[in-house]
């Protein structure tokens, strides 16, 4: 239910259900707590009319908020990447906070849980599927950001409205991932026949590197 105001808006779970967990991170990007419920697997139509408009109004607020929070350039910046769209960059950076803490990309996809397992075995080691350790929420937002680099690179739609007025910099790292990552993926898929599921593992931790090359140009020109 809503106490007035969106400082105070808060929701309580149907019986049987828990709230969705991780929600309070939003304060992290300066949005107050936004219990986003949605049980709509047996719901009747008016309900499921309910629940639309009540996402529609979410997103909304949402998008009010993010003018106003300090976060807000690099919530914009992260857009002009394929696939990531405005709650995607949200929760990455709601998750992550500052991008600087980590040195490398390589630091940042360890946290996410995005490097393989090594096996090692006398003189020999061999590589296994990804640790899926650290950060839970935003590794799931990047692998389903990764799917978006199937498709042949193109800036058309969405993605060619959010690259206005971005900075040259921005636009070529953008342009520089879809041409790497749709490559990535159609080499494993088609020349290597591996599992799309495992092509959308590797693009995603390559994803992860553009995501910080993005995050650290709009840090360092913050500071």
């Known amino acids: 239910m809503h106490s007035g105001g ?5 929701a309580l779970p149907p019986s049987g259900h828990s709230a969705f967990t991780g929600c309070h991170s939003l304060a992290a990007v ?21 629940i639309e408009q009540r996402m529609e109004r979410v997103g909304k607020e949402l998008a009010r908020q ?8 690099l ?39 995005l490097v393989s397992r090594e096996y090692s075995t006398g003189l020999s080691t061999r590589r296994g599927s990804m640790t899926k350790t650290g950060n839970g929420r935003a590794r799931r937002a990047v692998v389903e950001s990764a799917w978006s680099y199937r498709y042949r690179p193109a800036v058309k739609g969405d993605l ?3 690259l ?26 088609y020349a290597k026949n591996k599992h799309k599921n495992v092509a959308i593992g590797a693009v995603a931790r390559e994803l992860v590197g553009f995501i910080w090359a993005v995050a650290q140009f709009v840090e360092q020109k913050a500071s």
């Open 6 to 10: 969106t400082a105070g808006w808060t």
């Open 30 to 50: 300066g949005i107050p707590l936004l219990w986003l419920a949605v049980w709509h697997s047996c719901a009747p139509m008016p309900a499921l009319f309910e």
């Open 164 to 189: 206005e007025g971005m900075p040259a910099e921005v636009q070529r790292i953008s342009w520089k991932a879809q041409e790497r990552l749709h490559g990535k993926y159609r080499r494993l898929v």
């Open 75 to 113: 919530i914009q910046a992260l857009q002009s990447l394929r696939g990531i769209g405005r709650l995607t960059a949200i929760t990455l950076v709601a998750e992550i906070g500052t991008f600087s803490r980590f040195r490398s990309p390589a630091q940042l996809m360890a946290y996410l849980g």
């Open 66 to 73: 993010m003018e106003s929070s300090p976060k807000a350039p």
């Open 160 to 162: 060619a409205e959010r």
